[in-house]
Protein backbone atom coordinates (compact mmCIF):
# COMPACT_ATOMS: atom_id res chain seq x y z
CA UNK A 1 0.00 0.00 0.00
CA UNK A 2 1.30 3.61 -0.83
CA UNK A 3 1.78 6.31 1.61
CA UNK A 4 -1.45 8.13 -0.89
CA UNK A 5 -3.20 5.17 0.24
CA UNK A 6 -2.12 5.40 3.69
CA UNK A 7 -3.14 8.85 4.42
CA UNK A 8 -6.97 7.57 2.67
CA UNK A 9 -6.68 4.84 5.40
CA UNK A 10 -6.03 7.25 7.64
CA UNK A 11 -8.33 9.48 7.21
CA UNK A 12 -11.52 7.29 7.48
CA UNK A 13 -10.56 4.76 9.69
CA UNK A 14 -8.07 6.15 12.05
CA UNK A 15 -5.74 3.40 10.87
CA UNK A 16 -1.87 3.91 11.03
CA UNK A 17 -1.31 -0.10 10.45
CA UNK A 18 -3.36 -3.00 10.28
CA UNK A 19 -6.34 -3.31 12.73
CA UNK A 20 -6.33 -5.72 15.59
CA UNK A 21 -9.70 -7.96 15.00
CA UNK A 22 -11.28 -8.70 11.98
CA UNK A 23 -10.96 -6.59 8.89
CA UNK A 24 -11.45 -6.10 4.99
CA UNK A 25 -9.74 -3.44 2.85
CA UNK A 26 -10.91 -3.20 -0.58
CA UNK A 27 -8.55 -1.04 -3.04
CA UNK A 28 -10.11 -0.01 -6.33
CA UNK A 29 -12.29 -3.03 -6.22
CA UNK A 30 -10.20 -5.55 -5.23
CA UNK A 31 -9.67 -7.22 -1.57
CA UNK A 32 -6.37 -5.79 0.00
CA UNK A 33 -6.14 -7.84 3.03
CA UNK A 34 -8.76 -9.80 5.39
CA UNK A 35 -9.02 -11.37 8.39
CA UNK A 36 -11.73 -13.43 10.25
CA UNK A 37 -11.28 -13.95 13.95
CA UNK A 38 -13.17 -16.90 15.94
CA UNK A 39 -15.99 -15.10 16.52
CA UNK A 40 -16.33 -12.77 13.44
CA UNK A 41 -16.07 -14.16 10.08
CA UNK A 42 -15.87 -12.43 6.69
CA UNK A 43 -17.10 -14.20 3.72
CA UNK A 44 -17.71 -13.11 0.05
CA UNK A 45 -20.93 -12.56 -1.27
CA UNK A 46 -22.42 -15.63 -3.10
CA UNK A 47 -25.28 -13.81 -4.87
CA UNK A 48 -23.17 -12.20 -7.75
CA UNK A 49 -22.67 -8.63 -6.18
CA UNK A 50 -19.02 -7.07 -5.06
CA UNK A 51 -19.23 -6.64 -1.35
CA UNK A 52 -18.86 -9.07 1.81
CA UNK A 53 -21.05 -10.67 4.59
CA UNK A 54 -20.13 -10.47 8.14
CA UNK A 55 -21.11 -12.96 10.91
CA UNK A 56 -20.80 -11.33 14.26
CA UNK A 57 -21.21 -14.70 16.70
CA UNK A 58 -23.64 -13.94 19.45
CA UNK A 59 -22.14 -12.99 22.76
CA UNK A 60 -18.88 -11.34 20.87
CA UNK A 61 -17.67 -8.62 23.39
CA UNK A 62 -15.31 -6.12 23.15
CA UNK A 63 -14.52 -7.27 19.79
CA UNK A 64 -14.21 -4.40 16.34
CA UNK A 65 -14.73 -4.97 12.80
CA UNK A 66 -13.08 -2.70 10.16
CA UNK A 67 -13.98 -2.70 6.65
CA UNK A 68 -12.43 0.48 4.71
CA UNK A 69 -12.71 1.20 1.20
CA UNK A 70 -10.42 3.14 -0.36
CA UNK A 71 -10.41 4.34 -4.33
CA UNK A 72 -7.91 6.29 -5.59
CA UNK A 73 -8.68 5.54 -9.25
CA UNK A 74 -9.94 8.46 -11.96
CA UNK A 75 -13.12 7.44 -13.94
CA UNK A 76 -13.72 4.31 -11.52
CA UNK A 77 -17.68 3.60 -10.34
CA UNK A 78 -18.42 0.47 -8.01
CA UNK A 79 -21.58 -0.37 -6.28
CA UNK A 80 -20.61 -2.31 -3.14
CA UNK A 81 -23.19 -4.44 -1.01
CA UNK A 82 -22.11 -5.20 2.57
CA UNK A 83 -24.07 -7.55 5.09
CA UNK A 84 -23.87 -7.66 8.71
CA UNK A 85 -25.70 -9.87 10.81
CA UNK A 86 -25.13 -9.38 14.27
CA UNK A 87 -25.62 -12.34 17.10
CA UNK A 88 -27.64 -11.96 20.16
CA UNK A 89 -26.71 -9.95 22.63
CA UNK A 90 -23.00 -9.26 20.93
CA UNK A 91 -21.32 -5.85 21.70
CA UNK A 92 -19.04 -5.13 19.07
CA UNK A 93 -17.28 -1.78 16.88
CA UNK A 94 -17.55 -1.47 13.38
CA UNK A 95 -15.51 1.24 11.43
CA UNK A 96 -16.21 1.78 7.86
CA UNK A 97 -15.43 4.53 5.99
CA UNK A 98 -14.77 5.61 2.34
CA UNK A 99 -12.07 7.87 0.93
CA UNK A 100 -11.31 8.64 -2.77
CA UNK A 101 -8.52 10.48 -4.02
CA UNK A 102 -9.34 11.37 -7.30
CA UNK A 103 -6.42 13.71 -9.29
CA UNK A 104 -7.83 13.00 -13.04
CA UNK A 105 -10.61 14.68 -14.55
CA UNK A 106 -13.15 11.50 -14.72
CA UNK A 107 -15.25 10.95 -11.74
CA UNK A 108 -14.44 8.62 -9.40
CA UNK A 109 -18.00 7.43 -7.32
CA UNK A 110 -18.54 4.88 -4.53
CA UNK A 111 -21.90 3.57 -3.59
CA UNK A 112 -22.21 1.00 -0.59
CA UNK A 113 -25.02 -0.06 0.59
CA UNK A 114 -24.85 -1.76 4.32
CA UNK A 115 -27.26 -3.99 5.65
CA UNK A 116 -27.47 -4.52 9.38
CA UNK A 117 -29.31 -7.62 11.15
CA UNK A 118 -28.90 -7.00 14.73
CA UNK A 119 -30.35 -9.94 17.15
CA UNK A 120 -32.15 -9.48 20.33
CA UNK A 121 -29.74 -7.39 22.82
CA UNK A 122 -26.99 -6.79 20.88
CA UNK A 123 -25.30 -3.67 20.93
CA UNK A 124 -23.43 -1.80 18.12
CA UNK A 125 -21.29 0.98 17.28
CA UNK A 126 -21.03 2.05 13.93
CA UNK A 127 -18.97 4.53 12.91
CA UNK A 128 -18.66 5.72 9.08
CA UNK A 129 -16.51 8.45 7.91
CA UNK A 130 -16.73 9.77 3.83
CA UNK A 131 -13.43 11.75 2.67
CA UNK A 132 -12.30 13.05 -0.72
CA UNK A 133 -9.33 14.51 -1.88
CA UNK A 134 -7.40 15.14 -5.22
CA UNK A 135 -6.72 18.15 -7.00
CA UNK A 136 -7.87 17.12 -10.61
CA UNK A 137 -11.31 18.37 -11.81
CA UNK A 138 -12.50 15.13 -11.49
CA UNK A 139 -15.80 14.62 -9.41
CA UNK A 140 -15.71 12.17 -5.97
CA UNK A 141 -19.37 10.95 -5.19
CA UNK A 142 -20.38 8.78 -2.70
CA UNK A 143 -23.95 7.51 -2.37
CA UNK A 144 -24.05 5.44 0.90
CA UNK A 145 -27.42 3.64 1.87
CA UNK A 146 -27.72 1.99 5.30
CA UNK A 147 -30.72 -0.33 6.18
CA UNK A 148 -30.89 -1.20 9.93
CA UNK A 149 -33.07 -3.87 11.43
CA UNK A 150 -33.33 -4.06 14.78
CA UNK A 151 -34.20 -7.34 17.05
CA UNK A 152 -36.17 -6.72 20.76
CA UNK A 153 -33.72 -4.67 22.87
CA UNK A 154 -31.22 -4.55 20.30
CA UNK A 155 -29.08 -0.90 20.37
CA UNK A 156 -27.32 0.66 17.26
CA UNK A 157 -25.12 4.13 17.65
CA UNK A 158 -24.04 5.38 13.84
CA UNK A 159 -21.77 7.98 13.83
CA UNK A 160 -21.21 9.31 9.98
CA UNK A 161 -18.92 12.41 9.65
CA UNK A 162 -17.80 13.71 5.98
CA UNK A 163 -16.51 16.73 6.66
CA UNK A 164 -14.31 17.26 3.16
CA UNK A 165 -13.71 16.94 -0.31
CA UNK A 166 -16.77 14.93 -1.24
CA UNK A 167 -18.55 16.51 -4.46
CA UNK A 168 -21.79 14.86 -4.43
CA UNK A 169 -23.92 12.55 -1.84
CA UNK A 170 -26.58 11.21 -1.06
CA UNK A 171 -27.61 9.08 1.82
CA UNK A 172 -30.24 6.99 2.39
CA UNK A 173 -30.50 5.38 5.94
CA UNK A 174 -33.88 3.15 6.93
CA UNK A 175 -34.10 1.62 9.90
CA UNK A 176 -37.46 -0.79 11.30
CA UNK A 177 -37.03 -1.16 15.09
CA UNK A 178 -38.95 -4.05 17.39
CA UNK A 179 -39.61 -3.35 21.44
CA UNK A 180 -37.07 -2.40 23.31
CA UNK A 181 -35.04 -1.37 20.23
CA UNK A 182 -32.94 1.75 20.30
CA UNK A 183 -31.31 4.12 17.42
CA UNK A 184 -29.23 6.90 18.14
CA UNK A 185 -27.98 9.05 15.04
CA UNK A 186 -25.43 11.47 15.00
CA UNK A 187 -24.72 12.88 11.65
CA UNK A 188 -21.74 15.85 10.21
CA UNK A 189 -21.73 17.30 7.10
CA UNK A 190 -19.28 20.03 6.14
CA UNK A 191 -19.92 20.83 2.26
CA UNK A 192 -18.14 24.01 0.45
CA UNK A 193 -17.56 24.65 -3.00
CA UNK A 194 -20.58 23.65 -5.06
CA UNK A 195 -20.68 20.31 -3.42
CA UNK A 196 -24.16 18.66 -2.84
CA UNK A 197 -25.55 16.84 0.09
CA UNK A 198 -28.74 15.25 0.78
CA UNK A 199 -29.65 13.02 3.42
CA UNK A 200 -32.50 11.17 4.39
CA UNK A 201 -33.42 9.37 7.51
CA UNK A 202 -36.77 6.96 7.31
CA UNK A 203 -37.41 5.43 11.09
CA UNK A 204 -40.35 2.98 11.52
CA UNK A 205 -40.73 2.77 15.64
CA UNK A 206 -42.92 -1.19 15.51
CA UNK A 207 -42.33 -2.56 18.71
CA UNK A 208 -43.26 -1.01 22.00
CA UNK A 209 -40.77 0.91 23.95
CA UNK A 210 -38.62 1.67 20.44
CA UNK A 211 -37.02 4.68 20.56
CA UNK A 212 -34.89 6.82 17.83
CA UNK A 213 -32.67 10.24 18.63
CA UNK A 214 -31.46 11.52 15.06
CA UNK A 215 -28.82 14.55 15.37
CA UNK A 216 -27.58 15.84 12.25
CA UNK A 217 -25.33 18.98 12.61
CA UNK A 218 -23.93 20.64 9.44
CA UNK A 219 -21.86 23.57 7.86
CA UNK A 220 -23.14 24.30 4.49
CA UNK A 221 -20.47 27.16 3.10
CA UNK A 222 -19.64 29.10 -0.28
CA UNK A 223 -22.17 28.15 -3.02
CA UNK A 224 -22.82 24.27 -1.54
CA UNK A 225 -26.30 22.93 -1.17
CA UNK A 226 -27.79 20.41 1.27
CA UNK A 227 -31.15 19.08 1.76
CA UNK A 228 -31.95 17.05 5.29
CA UNK A 229 -34.69 14.84 5.64
CA UNK A 230 -36.09 12.70 8.25
CA UNK A 231 -39.46 10.53 8.69
CA UNK A 232 -39.94 9.24 11.79
CA UNK A 233 -43.20 6.56 11.58
CA UNK A 234 -44.26 6.04 15.87
CA UNK A 235 -46.77 2.77 14.84
CA UNK A 236 -46.71 2.14 18.72
CA UNK A 237 -46.20 3.35 22.32
CA UNK A 238 -42.63 4.86 21.47
CA UNK A 239 -40.56 7.84 21.60
CA UNK A 240 -38.66 9.57 18.23
CA UNK A 241 -37.04 12.59 18.54
CA UNK A 242 -34.93 14.64 15.39
CA UNK A 243 -32.86 17.32 15.18
CA UNK A 244 -31.78 19.08 12.36
CA UNK A 245 -28.97 22.34 13.29
CA UNK A 246 -27.41 23.53 10.02
CA UNK A 247 -24.99 26.65 10.03
CA UNK A 248 -25.38 28.27 6.54
CA UNK A 249 -22.44 30.85 6.11
CA UNK A 250 -21.95 32.67 2.24
CA UNK A 251 -24.53 31.60 -0.82
CA UNK A 252 -24.82 27.99 0.45
CA UNK A 253 -28.77 26.45 0.74
CA UNK A 254 -30.15 24.08 3.21
CA UNK A 255 -33.46 22.92 3.08
CA UNK A 256 -34.55 20.82 6.25
CA UNK A 257 -37.94 18.25 5.28
CA UNK A 258 -38.67 16.82 9.29
CA UNK A 259 -41.67 14.23 9.04
CA UNK A 260 -43.49 12.89 11.65
CA UNK A 261 -46.05 10.61 11.72
CA UNK A 262 -48.00 9.06 15.04
CA UNK A 263 -50.08 6.70 14.24
CA UNK A 264 -50.51 5.53 18.15
CA UNK A 265 -51.87 7.77 20.78
CA UNK A 266 -48.78 6.95 22.98
CA UNK A 267 -46.18 7.61 20.81
CA UNK A 268 -44.13 10.50 21.53
CA UNK A 269 -42.43 12.09 18.64
CA UNK A 270 -40.35 15.49 18.88
CA UNK A 271 -38.89 17.72 16.00
CA UNK A 272 -36.10 20.31 16.61
CA UNK A 273 -34.97 22.15 13.52
CA UNK A 274 -32.65 25.29 13.44
CA UNK A 275 -30.90 26.98 10.21
CA UNK A 276 -28.42 30.24 10.35
CA UNK A 277 -26.09 32.14 10.18
CA UNK A 278 -22.96 32.38 12.74
CA UNK A 279 -24.59 34.22 15.34
CA UNK A 280 -22.73 37.56 15.73
CA UNK A 281 -22.16 37.63 19.14
CA UNK A 282 -20.39 34.28 19.31
CA UNK A 283 -17.91 35.99 16.68
CA UNK A 284 -17.26 39.22 18.81
CA UNK A 285 -17.05 37.28 22.21
CA UNK A 286 -14.12 35.26 20.70
CA UNK A 287 -13.00 38.20 19.07
CA UNK A 288 -12.50 39.86 22.54
CA UNK A 289 -10.65 36.80 23.48
CA UNK A 290 -7.98 37.57 20.55
CA UNK A 291 -9.08 35.75 17.40
CA UNK A 292 -10.06 37.37 14.48
CA UNK A 293 -13.03 37.44 12.60
CA UNK A 294 -12.14 34.18 10.05
CA UNK A 295 -10.45 32.76 12.72
CA UNK A 296 -13.35 32.34 15.66
CA UNK A 297 -15.74 31.62 12.44
CA UNK A 298 -13.25 28.52 11.95
CA UNK A 299 -13.33 27.64 15.88
CA UNK A 300 -17.03 28.01 15.80
CA UNK A 301 -17.50 25.78 13.17
CA UNK A 302 -14.96 23.74 14.28
CA UNK A 303 -16.64 23.23 17.84
CA UNK A 304 -19.66 22.87 15.98
CA UNK A 305 -18.71 19.35 14.12
CA UNK A 306 -16.77 18.09 16.72
CA UNK B 1 -3.84 53.38 31.79
CA UNK B 2 -6.97 53.98 29.81
CA UNK B 3 -8.11 57.48 29.10
CA UNK B 4 -11.42 58.23 27.16
CA UNK B 5 -11.94 61.74 25.64
CA UNK B 6 -14.94 63.20 25.12
CA UNK B 7 -16.61 60.09 24.52
CA UNK B 8 -20.35 60.38 22.42
CA UNK B 9 -22.34 57.99 21.22
CA UNK B 10 -25.70 58.36 19.05
CA UNK B 11 -27.75 55.83 17.70
CA UNK B 12 -30.46 56.49 14.89
CA UNK B 13 -33.81 55.57 16.10
CA UNK B 14 -37.40 56.05 14.07
CA UNK B 15 -35.26 58.93 12.09
CA UNK B 16 -34.22 60.59 15.32
CA UNK B 17 -30.45 61.03 16.38
CA UNK B 18 -30.66 59.50 20.53
CA UNK B 19 -27.52 60.50 22.18
CA UNK B 20 -26.58 57.39 24.65
CA UNK B 21 -23.41 58.94 25.81
CA UNK B 22 -22.45 62.62 25.90
CA UNK B 23 -18.93 63.87 26.21
CA UNK B 24 -17.77 61.10 28.64
CA UNK B 25 -14.08 61.97 29.87
CA UNK B 26 -12.40 59.62 32.83
CA UNK B 27 -9.19 58.01 32.84
CA UNK B 28 -8.73 54.84 34.22
CA UNK B 29 -5.51 53.77 36.02
CA UNK B 30 -6.57 52.49 39.25
CA UNK B 31 -6.78 48.80 40.88
CA UNK B 32 -10.61 48.71 40.58
CA UNK B 33 -12.74 51.32 38.88
CA UNK B 34 -16.62 51.12 39.42
CA UNK B 35 -19.01 52.69 37.09
CA UNK B 36 -22.72 53.09 38.41
CA UNK B 37 -25.75 55.11 37.89
CA UNK B 38 -29.59 54.14 37.15
CA UNK B 39 -30.52 51.25 34.38
CA UNK B 40 -30.21 53.70 30.91
CA UNK B 41 -27.64 55.60 31.91
CA UNK B 42 -25.32 54.11 29.31
CA UNK B 43 -23.12 52.19 31.77
CA UNK B 44 -22.72 49.08 29.21
CA UNK B 45 -22.38 51.18 26.05
CA UNK B 46 -19.48 52.79 27.65
CA UNK B 47 -17.88 49.32 29.08
CA UNK B 48 -18.53 48.06 24.70
CA UNK B 49 -17.02 51.12 23.48
CA UNK B 50 -13.67 50.18 25.72
CA UNK B 51 -14.08 46.38 24.35
CA UNK B 52 -13.96 47.84 20.30
CA UNK B 53 -18.23 46.16 20.22
CA UNK B 54 -19.62 49.79 19.13
CA UNK B 55 -17.35 52.81 17.89
CA UNK B 56 -17.73 56.06 19.42
CA UNK B 57 -19.57 59.09 17.18
CA UNK B 58 -17.11 61.48 18.78
CA UNK B 59 -13.84 61.42 21.03
CA UNK B 60 -11.23 59.14 21.43
CA UNK B 61 -9.66 56.02 23.88
CA UNK B 62 -6.15 56.20 24.15
CA UNK B 63 -5.01 52.75 25.83
CA UNK B 64 -0.91 53.29 27.15
CA UNK B 65 -0.74 56.39 25.36
CA UNK B 66 -1.75 54.60 21.85
CA UNK B 67 -5.27 56.21 20.09
CA UNK B 68 -7.12 52.64 19.61
CA UNK B 69 -10.44 54.43 18.73
CA UNK B 70 -9.64 53.20 15.18
CA UNK B 71 -8.40 49.26 16.26
CA UNK B 72 -11.10 46.58 16.24
CA UNK B 73 -12.07 43.94 18.93
CA UNK B 74 -9.46 41.63 18.07
CA UNK B 75 -6.90 44.29 18.16
CA UNK B 76 -7.77 45.66 21.58
CA UNK B 77 -7.55 42.86 22.91
CA UNK B 78 -4.48 41.59 21.91
CA UNK B 79 -3.14 44.85 22.81
CA UNK B 80 -4.46 43.50 26.57
CA UNK B 81 -7.96 44.34 27.05
CA UNK B 82 -10.76 41.70 28.26
CA UNK B 83 -14.43 41.65 28.25
CA UNK B 84 -16.95 40.13 30.54
CA UNK B 85 -19.97 40.00 29.13
CA UNK B 86 -23.30 40.86 30.94
CA UNK B 87 -25.04 37.87 29.07
CA UNK B 88 -22.58 35.05 28.56
CA UNK B 89 -22.51 33.82 25.33
CA UNK B 90 -23.61 30.11 24.27
CA UNK B 91 -21.46 27.84 21.74
CA UNK B 92 -22.85 24.44 20.62
CA UNK B 93 -19.79 21.97 21.04
CA UNK B 94 -17.38 24.13 22.28
CA UNK B 95 -16.37 23.10 25.64
CA UNK B 96 -15.21 24.58 28.73
CA UNK B 97 -11.99 23.70 28.52
CA UNK B 98 -11.56 24.70 24.41
CA UNK B 99 -13.31 28.02 25.67
CA UNK B 100 -10.55 28.75 28.59
CA UNK B 101 -8.32 27.27 26.40
CA UNK B 102 -8.69 30.05 23.29
CA UNK B 103 -8.51 33.11 26.17
CA UNK B 104 -5.36 32.00 27.46
CA UNK B 105 -4.12 31.79 23.82
CA UNK B 106 -2.48 28.76 24.30
CA UNK B 107 -3.28 25.16 25.10
CA UNK B 108 -3.75 24.69 28.48
CA UNK B 109 -3.76 21.54 30.55
CA UNK B 110 -6.23 19.97 32.19
CA UNK B 111 -4.84 21.01 35.56
CA UNK B 112 -4.57 24.96 34.30
CA UNK B 113 -8.23 24.74 33.47
CA UNK B 114 -9.31 23.34 36.48
CA UNK B 115 -7.40 26.45 38.64
CA UNK B 116 -9.28 28.56 36.57
CA UNK B 117 -12.83 27.05 36.92
CA UNK B 118 -11.72 26.44 40.72
CA UNK B 119 -11.60 30.33 41.54
CA UNK B 120 -14.54 31.03 40.49
CA UNK B 121 -15.73 27.97 42.64
CA UNK B 122 -16.49 25.19 39.68
CA UNK B 123 -16.05 22.25 40.65
CA UNK B 124 -13.74 20.92 37.16
CA UNK B 125 -14.04 17.69 36.94
CA UNK B 126 -17.80 18.62 36.37
CA UNK B 127 -17.23 21.37 33.75
CA UNK B 128 -14.50 21.11 31.95
CA UNK B 129 -15.89 18.66 29.18
CA UNK B 130 -19.23 20.61 28.98
CA UNK B 131 -20.60 22.50 26.19
CA UNK B 132 -20.80 26.08 26.55
CA UNK B 133 -24.42 25.89 25.24
CA UNK B 134 -28.01 26.25 27.12
CA UNK B 135 -27.51 23.17 29.08
CA UNK B 136 -25.63 25.54 31.58
CA UNK B 137 -27.76 27.95 33.45
CA UNK B 138 -27.30 31.47 33.80
CA UNK B 139 -25.11 31.31 36.60
CA UNK B 140 -22.74 28.61 35.73
CA UNK B 141 -22.47 30.52 32.10
CA UNK B 142 -21.74 33.89 34.31
CA UNK B 143 -18.97 31.84 35.99
CA UNK B 144 -17.05 30.91 33.69
CA UNK B 145 -16.95 33.97 31.42
CA UNK B 146 -15.31 35.07 34.65
CA UNK B 147 -12.98 32.08 34.27
CA UNK B 148 -12.01 33.11 30.50
CA UNK B 149 -10.84 36.87 31.59
CA UNK B 150 -8.74 35.25 34.20
CA UNK B 151 -6.62 33.05 32.10
CA UNK B 152 -6.31 36.36 29.78
CA UNK B 153 -4.80 38.11 32.32
CA UNK B 154 -4.65 40.97 31.06
CA UNK B 155 -3.70 44.79 31.99
CA UNK B 156 -7.18 46.18 31.95
CA UNK B 157 -10.45 43.80 32.58
CA UNK B 158 -14.22 45.00 31.64
CA UNK B 159 -16.61 43.13 33.83
CA UNK B 160 -20.40 44.35 32.66
CA UNK B 161 -22.85 43.41 35.55
CA UNK B 162 -20.45 40.42 37.21
CA UNK B 163 -22.83 39.76 40.19
CA UNK B 164 -26.24 39.24 38.01
CA UNK B 165 -26.59 36.00 38.13
CA UNK B 166 -24.43 34.58 40.52
CA UNK B 167 -26.92 34.10 43.44
CA UNK B 168 -25.43 31.01 44.67
CA UNK B 169 -22.04 32.24 44.78
CA UNK B 170 -21.14 34.38 47.53
CA UNK B 171 -20.15 38.23 46.65
CA UNK B 172 -17.47 38.07 48.64
CA UNK B 173 -16.05 34.79 46.40
CA UNK B 174 -16.53 37.65 43.58
CA UNK B 175 -14.62 40.12 45.40
CA UNK B 176 -11.81 37.98 46.30
CA UNK B 177 -11.64 36.76 42.60
CA UNK B 178 -11.00 40.11 41.37
CA UNK B 179 -8.72 40.69 43.83
CA UNK B 180 -6.77 37.31 43.09
CA UNK B 181 -6.87 38.70 39.53
CA UNK B 182 -5.05 42.13 40.49
CA UNK B 183 -2.19 40.83 42.48
CA UNK B 184 -1.36 38.36 39.35
CA UNK B 185 -1.95 40.99 36.81
CA UNK B 186 -1.34 44.16 38.11
CA UNK B 187 -3.80 45.84 35.40
CA UNK B 188 -7.03 47.90 36.13
CA UNK B 189 -10.21 46.27 36.54
CA UNK B 190 -13.49 47.94 35.51
CA UNK B 191 -16.76 47.16 36.70
CA UNK B 192 -20.08 48.04 35.49
CA UNK B 193 -22.07 47.31 38.40
CA UNK B 194 -25.35 48.42 41.31
CA UNK B 195 -24.22 46.14 44.57
CA UNK B 196 -23.17 47.98 47.04
CA UNK B 197 -20.52 45.46 48.57
CA UNK B 198 -18.35 45.45 45.12
CA UNK B 199 -18.49 49.28 44.60
CA UNK B 200 -17.57 49.07 48.30
CA UNK B 201 -13.61 47.64 46.90
CA UNK B 202 -13.53 50.44 44.34
CA UNK B 203 -10.40 52.79 44.31
CA UNK B 204 -12.40 55.06 42.04
CA UNK B 205 -16.14 55.12 41.59
CA UNK B 206 -18.08 56.47 38.67
CA UNK B 207 -21.48 57.66 38.45
CA UNK B 208 -23.01 57.61 35.41
CA UNK B 209 -26.97 59.37 34.46
CA UNK B 210 -28.51 59.69 31.10
CA UNK B 211 -25.27 59.05 29.74
CA UNK B 212 -23.14 61.57 31.36
CA UNK B 213 -20.80 61.78 34.37
CA UNK B 214 -22.72 63.05 36.71
CA UNK B 215 -19.68 62.07 39.63
CA UNK B 216 -16.09 60.67 39.51
CA UNK B 217 -14.09 60.70 42.92
CA UNK B 218 -12.84 57.55 45.65
CA UNK B 219 -14.95 55.60 47.70
CA UNK B 220 -15.47 57.30 50.08
CA UNK B 221 -16.13 60.50 48.08
CA UNK B 222 -18.60 58.91 45.88
CA UNK B 223 -20.45 56.10 48.06
CA UNK B 224 -22.31 57.67 51.26
CA UNK B 225 -23.34 60.53 49.06
CA UNK B 226 -24.58 57.97 46.58
CA UNK B 227 -27.11 56.76 49.35
CA UNK B 228 -30.72 58.37 48.83
CA UNK B 229 -29.94 59.76 45.07
CA UNK B 230 -31.66 58.55 42.33
CA UNK B 231 -28.59 56.20 41.27
CA UNK B 232 -28.80 54.63 44.81
CA UNK B 233 -32.61 53.89 44.58
CA UNK B 234 -31.95 51.96 41.95
CA UNK B 235 -29.12 50.58 43.17
CA UNK B 236 -31.04 49.85 46.82
CA UNK B 237 -34.16 48.79 44.22
CA UNK B 238 -31.97 45.87 42.84
CA UNK B 239 -30.44 44.91 46.58
CA UNK B 240 -34.21 44.49 48.55
Not at chain 1, 274 to 290: C, D, P, S, W
Not at chain 2, 174 to 181: D, G, T
Request: charged share 25%.
Amino acid sequence: MDELEKMLLMQVADLHRVPDGAYNIRKNGEGDGRRSTDRIRIEDRKDGHAGIDIFIAPDTKNESVHIPVVITKTDYRERVYNDFYIGENADVLIIAGCGIHNCGVETSEHTGVHTFHIGRGAKVRYVEKHYGSGDGSGENIMNPATVIYQEEDSRFEMESTQIKGIDSTDRETTATLKAGAELVVREKIFTHGKQFARTNFIVDLNGEGAGVDLVSRSVAADDSRQTFGSRINGNTACHGHSECDAIIMDRACVTAVPELTANCIDAELIHEAAIGKIAGEQIVKLMTLGLTEQEAEEQIIKGFLS
Amino acid sequence: MLELQNITFEVEENGQTKRILSDVSLTIDERFVAITGPNGSGKSTLAKIIAGILTPTGGKLLFNGEDITPLSVTERARRGISFAFQQPVRFKGITVKDLISLAAGKHITVGEACGYLSEVGLCARDYIDREVNASLSGGELKRIEIATVLARGTSLSVFDEPEAGIDLWSFQNLISVFEKMYAKSQGSIVIISHQERILNIADKIVVLSAGRIERVGTREEILPSLLGTSACRALTDKLS
